[in-house]
């Protein structure tokens, strides 16, 4: 990835930041349902073998159906708390960054990016020029670029050679 891919990445990170916040709320949420689902006491009879009448073959199947549906609980919810993690280190790592810059540098970013404001709201709301704005925020993402993606993100990975 060259330099401009991790700005532009950063860029979308943040455009995206509160769809991801509302993907978590809503996965925390079932992940929550899903667990008291699978807390509940599952009444399967007992199976009957022998002469009997009635045999055993619906309280076997319905046994084997509780299983099957305790089953598919843990498995869906094994992947809800992956996808809760994934989200909420992804969420901890913008807010990090953004949490590093500058009060004035953060409020621009969010304002352009997580909030959707055209140039001319960004000014209007930072009480300064849009010339302005666009430097802070050019500045602010380098920044937050590199917080994200570390020394990968900077524009000179350039290596200087002193002469004696």
């Given at each position: 990835m060259g330099y401009n891919d991790y700005v532009s990445t950063t860029k979308r990170y943040l455009k995206d930041y509160k769809k991801k916040k509302t993907a978590l709320s809503n996965l925390k949420e079932e992940l929550k349902e899903k667990t008291e689902l699978q807390g509940m006491d599952v009444n399967a009879s007992i199976?009957?073998?022998?002469t009997e009448p009635g045999g055993g073959y619906s309280e076997l199947n319905a046994v084997e159906k509780a299983t099957e549906i305790s089953l598919q609980l843990s498995k869906d919810i094994y992947n809800l708390l992956s996808e809760v993690g994934e989200l909420t280190k992804h969420i901890k790592r913008?807010?990090?960054a953004?949490?590093?810059?500058?009060?004035?540098?953060?409020?621009?970013l969010t304002y352009r990016y997580i909030d959707g404001y055209t140039w001319s709201g960004v000014s209007d709301r930072a009480y300064i020029s849009e010339r302005k704005a666009r430097y802070i925020c050019e500045n602010a993402l380098q920044a937050t670029a590199y917080m994200l993606f570390g020394s990968r993100a900077t524009n000179g990975d350039r290596e200087y050679v002193f002469l004696k």
């Open positions: 199976a009957k073998y022998g913008i807010d990090t953004l949490d590093s810059l500058p009060e004035d540098s953060k409020q621009i």
